[in-house]
């Protein structure tokens, strides 16, 4: 059976039906005030919380590379 890649699995849960966190104010509260988050930073950000806090996808250790273009 292939293995599913990380977005697959983000993926299949949010078509699942799973809640996908709000972006924390602390979040938005280090980000340049003059500019509003576009819908693809606000999903980056969702997913990468839902990562985290999900043991079942979640891979230990962890080691991850958030970038995102500006």
């Keep these: 059976m292939p293995t ?3 977005e ?3 993926s299949a849960a ?3 039906g ?3 966190p ?3 104010i602390g979040i938005k509260d280090n980000l340049n005030p ?3 988050l576009r819908p ?3 999903e980056a950000f969702s997913r990468f919380i839902f990562y985290m806090s999900n043991s ?3 891979q230990n250790p962890t080691q991850l590379l958030f970038h995102m273009a500006t």
Excluded: R
Aim: charged share 20%; no cysteine; proline share 4%.
């Design 4 to 6: 599913q890649t990380l």
């Design 22 to 24: 709000e972006v924390p």
């Design 18 to 20: 799973y809640s996908f």
């Design 40 to 42: 693809y930073q606000i």
């Design 34 to 36: 003059v500019f509003q």
């Design 8 to 10: 697959q699995k983000i």
């Design 56 to 58: 079942q996808i979640k």
């Design 14 to 16: 949010k078509e699942l």
